[in-house]
Nanobody, 117 residues
Framework: QVQLVESGGGLVQAGGSLTLSCAAS????????MGWFRQAPGKQRELVAT???????NYADSVKGRFTISRDNAKNTVYLQMNSLKPEDTSLYYC???????????WGQGTQVTVSS
């Protein structure tokens, strides 16, 4: 079992930056994949970015070049650095973890990101 707690969301103007953090309740060293999803009102939850235990990353096309995912195993924390934010990035962002891509067993409660135009 692992509990995930997101933080760092907020209100920002278009073009601004935010860094989301996901703190895990135990060591993440052995967790195969950690990532971020987002869900806007009336829309399906979508993958934003993932990072494997080996450090391999994957991004949604809509955020490539603007977002960076990283993990700090020593701090049991995963980060999502978001730059050049757009109004369409407005969403509830969730942290997730699982043994492999596509198999996510644990989810946080989410942190709201709102980008004003």
């Amino acid at each position: 079992q692992v509990q995930l707690v997101e933080s760092g969301g907020g209100l920002v103007q278009a073009g601004g930056s935010l860094t989301l953090s996901c703190a895990a309740s135990r060591s993440i060293f052995s967790i195969g994949v950690m990532g971020w999803f987002r869900q806007a009102p009336g829309k399906q939850r979508e993958l934003v970015a993932t990072i494997t235990r080996a450090g391999n990353t994957n991004y949604a096309d809509s955020v490539k070049g603007r977002f960076t995912i990283s993990r700090d195993n020593a701090k049991n924390t995963v980060y999502l650095q978001m730059n050049s934010l757009k109004p369409e990035d407005t969403s509830l962002y969730y942290c997730t973890a699982g043994p492999r891509s596509g198999s996510y067993n644990y989810w946080g409660q989410g942190t709201q990101v709102t980008v004003s135009s």
